[in-house]
């Protein structure tokens, strides 16, 4: 069974820092990778999707790089903002199942 | 554009009792899906279906029943409600399987007295 780990769990910086969320997953058949931004009692908002064949993937401020062959992705997050404190979820695709970790509860401070 | 829209937001049941979350999307997607949010386990996976029709169980199916008679709608029904069912539950779909990018509801948070 796929098992996703992110680390850290928790992580606190001052506002306009550069920072780096890891994802490890066990299982490197996946069909793609996909970070996810959750807002406190909010649902799941898509940031980036890196498919299998991709090494990495920009929008903005965020930059994701895969290495399926060792089981890891980064999220880079260039700038941080106040506005980006939140939940960052990893989620690998195999088959027809999307499993996630547990999350990074990050929080920029001002 | 509604996007994934999951009714209702809060409900809290008692022991026993049954009830339907409403899951509908209106892109058009082939593929929807029910997770489970729970403190310390991440996102797991209930029930999946690509497509009218075809439903199959995910990670946790047990104490839940689905069906697809839609493109647009996916319900999830809690057949007797427990405790162990108090959570947060997500609605999610996209285009097709192999997981082109996931679009979530907003979530339905469930507590089972």
């Known amino acids: 069974k796929q098992e996703v780990t992110q680390i850290p769990a928790a992580l606190s910086v001052p506002e306009g820092e550069n920072l780096v969320l890891n994802c490890s997953f066990t299982d490197s058949a996946i069909y793609n990778l996909q970070w996810f931004r959750q807002d406190p009692g909010k649902g799941l908002t898509s940031l980036l999707l890196?498919?299998?064949?991709?090494r990495e993937q920009t929008s903005g401020r965020l930059n994701a790089s895969l290495d399926k062959s060792s089981g890891r992705s980064t999220l880079y997050i260039a700038a941080s903002q106040p506005g980006d404190s939140a939940t960052y979820l990893c989620?690998?695709?195999?088959?027809?199942?999307?499993?996630f970790g547990t999350g990074t509860s990050l929080t920029v401070i001002p | 554009n509604a996007g994934v829209t999951q009714t209702p937001k809060f409900q809290v049941l008692k022991t026993g009792q049954s009830m339907t979350l409403q899951c509908a999307q209106d892109?058009?997607?082939?593929?929807m899906s029910w997770y489970r949010q729970d403190p310390g386990m991440g996102l797991r996976l209930i029930h999946y279906s690509v497509g009218a029709g075809i439903t199959d169980q995910g990670e946790v199916p047990n104490g839940y029943n689905v069906s697809r008679s839609t493109t647009e709608d996916f319900p999830l029904r809690l057949l007797s409600a427990a405790p162990s069912q108090t959570s947060v539950y997500f609605c999610a779909s996209s285009r097709r399987t192999g997981w082109t990018e996931a679009f979530f509801g907003q979530g339905t948070r469930l507590t089972v007295v």
């Open positions: 989620a690998v695709a195999t088959g027809n199942q999307f499993y």
């Open positions: 892109m058009n997607h082939e593929y």
């Open positions: 890196i498919q299998s064949s991709q």
